[in-house]
C-alpha cells in the first residue's frame, strides 16, 4: 500500500469528523512517498498536531502539545503498572556532607539566602509573602517563570485572602480578572440543577498574575533563578545547601519544595508508593459557543461509562474564557485508583470528543479548537506531607494541602498562604527548622481526611455491584439536602470547606429523605474506607469543639511562653481552627437555584 505524506500548514482547526482529517484543505503536493503501512493516528492526535502550542510553561496545566500528551500517558502508565521492578527514585536530599565542610561554606562564594523556594508557579506567592516580612528569598525555576494561558478559575472572596496577606492589591486582581460570569451550575444528568452566584466565577490570567507577583518580588529584593532545575541538596545542622544541575551553588536556612505532584523530593519521600486515589482531567478551549455568560461548577454524567476495561464516571466543569466573548473550556474529569487497566489520558480525550457536544449543546464543527487541556493529580490520604527532614517543607500541591475532590491548588494557596507565611517566618527568625518544628506547618487536618469519604463515593468501581446511575443520584441527593439546608451550609462545601455541623446536618437529611440509597453507600466505599472515615468524622467533631471553646481560654497566655512553645501553639490553635474548616466566613450572597427536573 502506498501512503501519500503531506506538509500541513497549522492553524486553528475546526473540527470535520472521526474520519475525515480536519486539516484536508490545506493539502499541498506531497513531499515524498512511503511504501509502508502508516499507523492511523487518532482522531485526538489529528487535533492536537494542527493547534500552535507555543507558550507552553511549567506547572500542572502548563504543556499542550500532543507529545506532552504521550510523555504525561508514559507517566501515568508507569504509576498504574504492577511495578514488580522498579527503579528506586533518586536520593535528591542527602544529610550527609557530599560538597563540603559548614566551614567551607562561609569560605566560598556561595548565594546565601534566608529561604530559597523551588518550584516557581505558585511558589512566588509564597516567595513573595517571605519577602515582605523582611527575608532574604530566592526562587528556583526550571523554566521560565511565567503563568499559563489557560485560565485559573476561582471566586473573588478568594483572591481576597491575598490581598488580606499583603500581596496583591484590589486593582491587581482587576488587572488580572479576565472574565466575570454569573449564574453557575450544579448539574445532574436527567435530575435537576441547582444555581448559584459568585462561586468560581471569575476567569484569573495566570500569566498576569504571575507577572504582578514577579515584579513584587523583584522589587521587594527577591532573587530568581530561571532555566535552573534541583540538582541535590545537602542538609547541614546550620544551613541547607542547593547545587542545581547548571552548577551553580545556593545556600538557605529552609529550602521550600513547590514543585508540585511530581517533585523528586517528594518521589524520594514516598518512594515508589502508588498514590491513594487520582483524578484525570482532559479538556479543550474553544471559540464559537452562542450561549457563554454562565458557567458550571460541576455537572456529573447520568451513568458511569465503559472506558476501556475499566468504569469510569465522568463530570464536568465549564467557564467562559476570557480570550473571547465566544470562548469557552469545558472540563471532563473523572477519579480513579492507579491500576493496569485503568484509562489513559489519550483514551478520555476521544471520549470527550463524542461527549462534550451533547453536555454543551454545539456542534464540533461549528467550534475552533484553541487548546487541549489535560492533567493528572495523585492524591494520598496522609495528607498534607509532614516534613521528612530537617530545613525542607513541602508547599502547595508537593504538600498534598489540596482537595481531594477538586485537585485546586490555587484555591488551597489562597486558604492557607497567611497561615503558612505567617508560621514559616517564625520558624526562620526563631531557627526551629527541623522536621518536627516543621512538620507543624503541615498539621494532619481532619476536614481534609473526611473528604476522601467523597471521592471514593465519587469512584466508579464495576467490583462495587452498584446501579451505574448511583454516582449521581448520590450527587443530586446531595446537592438537594445542602440546598434546603441553606447558604451556610451550601457554600462553604462548594468553596472546599467541609465543616463538622453542615456535614451532619446535610448527612442525616440525606438519610431522612432518601434511606433506600445507604446500602449502595456502603457497597460503593466498603467497610474499611467508611470506619477509617468515621475516625476522622470524629475528629473533626473534637477539633471544632478545641478550636470554639479551647482555643479562646489558651490564646490569652501564650505570649507568656518561650519562643519555641509559642511557636508550637500557634501551629495547635491553627491546626484545630484549619482543621475544622473554621478558617471560613459565610458571607450572605445572593444565591439563585432551581429545582427544575427534566
Known amino acids: 500500500?502506498?501512503?501519500?505524506?503531506?506538509?500541513?500548514?497549522?492553524?486553528?482547526?475546526?473540527?470535520?469528523?472521526?474520519?475525515?482529517?480536519?486539516?484536508?484543505?490545506?493539502?499541498?503536493?506531497?513531499?515524498?512517498?512511503?511504501?509502508?503501512?502508516?499507523?492511523?493516528?487518532?482522531?485526538?492526535?489529528?487535533?492536537?498536531?494542527?493547534?500552535?502550542?507555543?507558550?507552553?510553561?511549567?506547572?500542572?496545566?502548563?504543556?499542550?502539545?500532543?507529545?506532552?500528551?504521550?510523555?504525561?500517558?508514559?507517566?501515568?502508565?508507569?504509576?498504574?503498572?504492577?511495578q514488580t521492578a522498579v527503579q528506586e527514585p533518586k536520593q535528591v536530599v542527602s544529610n550527609t556532607p557530599a560538597l563540603f565542610s559548614e566551614s567551607d561554606i562561609a569560605k566560598k562564594e556561595v548565594d546565601k539566602f534566608d529561604v530559597l523556594v523551588c518550584g516557581g508557579t505558585l511558589g512566588i506567592f509564597i516567595a513573595t509573602a517571605l519577602s515582605l516580612k523582611g527575608l532574604r528569598v530566592?526562587?528556583?525555576?526550571?523554566?521560565?517563570?511565567?503563568?499559563?494561558?489557560?485560565?485559573?478559575?476561582?471566586?473573588?472572596?478568594?483572591?481576597?485572602?491575598?490581598?488580606?496577606?499583603?500581596?496583591?492589591?484590589?486593582?491587581?486582581?482587576?488587572?488580572?480578572?479576565?472574565?466575570?460570569?454569573?449564574?453557575?451550575?450544579?448539574?445532574?444528568?436527567?435530575?435537576?440543577?441547582?444555581?448559584?452566584?459568585?462561586?468560581?466565577?471569575?476567569?484569573?490570567?495566570?500569566?498576569?498574575?504571575?507577572?504582578?507577583?514577579?515584579?513584587?518580588?523583584?522589587?521587594?529584593?527577591?532573587?530568581?533563578?530561571?532555566?535552573?532545575?534541583?540538582?541535590?541538596?545537602?542538609?547541614?545542622?546550620?544551613?541547607?545547601?542547593?547545587?542545581?544541575?547548571?552548577?551553580?551553588?545556593?545556600?538557605?536556612?529552609?529550602?521550600?519544595?513547590?514543585?508540585?505532584?511530581?517533585?523528586?523530593?517528594?518521589?524520594?519521600i514516598r518512594g515508589n508508593r502508588k498514590p491513594d486515589g487520582v483524578c484525570l482531567v482532559v479538556g479543550s478551549c474553544c471559540r464559537g459557543f452562542k450561549e457563554n455568560s454562565n458557567s458550571d461548577v460541576i455537572f456529573s454524567s447520568a451513568e458511569a461509562k465503559q472506558v476501556g476495561k475499566a468504569e469510569a464516571q465522568y463530570f464536568w466543569e465549564a467557564f467562559p474564557a476570557g480570550s473571547g466573548p465566544l470562548d469557552r473550556t469545558t472540563y471532563m474529569f473523572t477519579y480513579v485508583q492507579p491500576q493496569p487497566n485503568s484509562p489513559t489520558l489519550e483514551e478520555l480525550l476521544e471520549d470527550y470528543w463524542d461527549l462534550m457536544p451533547k453536555y454543551q449543546e454545539v456542534c464540533l464543527d461549528d467550534l475552533e479548537i484553541l487548546r487541549v487541556i489535560y492533567g493528572i493529580f495523585p492524591t494520598y490520604r496522609d495528607s498534607p506531607l509532614p516534613a521528612a527532614f530537617d530545613r525542607i517543607l513541602q508547599?502547595?500541591?508537593?504538600?498534598?494541602?489540596?482537595?481531594?475532590?477538586?485537585f485546586g491548588g490555587f484555591g488551597s494557596l489562597t486558604r492557607h498562604l497567611g497561615?503558612?507565611?505567617?508560621?514559616?517566618?517564625?520558624?526562620?527568625?526563631?531557627?526551629?527548622?527541623?522536621?518536627?518544628?516543621?512538620?507543624?506547618?503541615?498539621?494532619?487536618?481532619?476536614?481534609?481526611?473526611?473528604?476522601?469519604?467523597?471521592?471514593?463515593?465519587m469512584s466508579a468501581r464495576k467490583e462495587a455491584g452498584v446501579s451505574p446511575d448511583f454516582i449521581n443520584d448520590l450527587l443530586h441527593a446531595n446537592f438537594q439536602s445542602m440546598q434546603r439546608l441553606g447558604d451556610p451550609v451550601l457554600r462553604p462545601f462548594l468553596q472546599d470547606v467541609i465543616q463538622f455541623g453542615p456535614l451532619v446536618k446535610t448527612l442525616g437529611l440525606v438519610m431522612l429523605t432518601k434511606p433506600q440509597i445507604l446500602p449502595s453507600i456502603?457497597?460503593?466505599?466498603?467497610?474499611?474506607?467508611?470506619?477509617?472515615?468515621?475516625?476522622?468524622?470524629?475528629?473533626?467533631?473534637?477539633?471544632?469543639?478545641?478550636?470554639?471553646?479551647?482555643?479562646?481560654?489558651?490564646?490569652?497566655?501564650i505570649d507568656t511562653y518561650s519562643t519555641e512553645m509559642k511557636y508550637k501553639w500557634k501551629r495547635q490553635l491553627e491546626a484545630w481552627k484549619y482543621g475544622a474548616g473554621l478558617d471560613y466566613k459565610f458571607e450572605d450572597e445572593e444565591v439563585i437555584y432551581s429545582n427544575n427536573t427534566q
Open 1 to 82: 500500500m502506498v501512503v501519500i505524506q503531506v506538509q500541513l500548514q497549522p492553524h486553528l482547526p475546526k473540527f470535520n469528523g472521526l474520519l475525515q482529517h480536519p486539516f484536508v484543505s490545506n493539502i499541498q503536493r506531497p513531499k515524498r512517498l512511503s511504501l509502508q503501512p502508516k499507523a492511523l493516528s487518532s482522531r485526538t492526535q489529528r487535533i492536537m498536531e494542527g493547534i500552535s502550542v507555543g507558550g507552553e510553561v511549567g506547572g500542572a496545566g502548563g504543556a499542550y502539545s500532543y507529545d506532552a500528551l504521550k510523555r504525561l500517558d508514559n507517566v501515568w502508565s508507569s504509576i498504574c503498572s504492577p
Open 138 to 268: 530566592g526562587v528556583v525555576e526550571r523554566n521560565l517563570l511565567k503563568g499559563r494561558e489557560q485560565e485559573w478559575n476561582i471566586s473573588r472572596k478568594e483572591l481576597m485572602e491575598l490581598v488580606e496577606v499583603g500581596i496583591l492589591t484590589e486593582e491587581d486582581i482587576d488587572q488580572a480578572t479576565t472574565s466575570v460570569f454569573n449564574p453557575n451550575r450544579c448539574g445532574f444528568e436527567t435530575k435537576g440543577e441547582i444555581w448559584v452566584s459568585n462561586i468560581l466565577n471569575l476567569g484569573v490570567s495566570p500569566a498576569k498574575l504571575i507577572d504582578i507577583m514577579r515584579e513584587r518580588f523583584t522589587l521587594l529584593g527577591g532573587v530568581i533563578f530561571e532555566g535552573c532545575s534541583v540538582s541535590s541538596i545537602n542538609v547541614y545542622q546550620d544551613t541547607a545547601v542547593l547545587q542545581l544541575m547548571e552548577g551553580k551553588i545556593l545556600s538557605a536556612s529552609l529550602i521550600i519544595d513547590a514543585m508540585g505532584n511530581f517533585s523528586p523530593i517528594l518521589r524520594q
Open 395 to 406: 508547599f502547595g500541591d508537593a504538600s498534598g494541602i489540596q482537595s481531594p475532590v477538586s
Open 419 to 457: 497561615r503558612l507565611s505567617n508560621g514559616i517566618h517564625e520558624a526562620v527568625s526563631g531557627n526551629l527548622l527541623d522536621y518536627e518544628n516543621l512538620s507543624l506547618l503541615n498539621p494532619y487536618m481532619p476536614n481534609l481526611s473526611s473528604s476522601w469519604l467523597f471521592q471514593r463515593a
Open 522 to 557: 456502603f457497597k460503593q466505599v466498603g467497610f474499611p474506607v467508611l470506619i477509617d472515615w468515621l475516625g476522622h468524622f470524629s475528629l473533626l467533631g473534637s477539633y471544632t469543639f478545641l478550636s470554639i471553646y479551647i482555643d479562646p481560654l489558651i490564646r490569652p497566655v
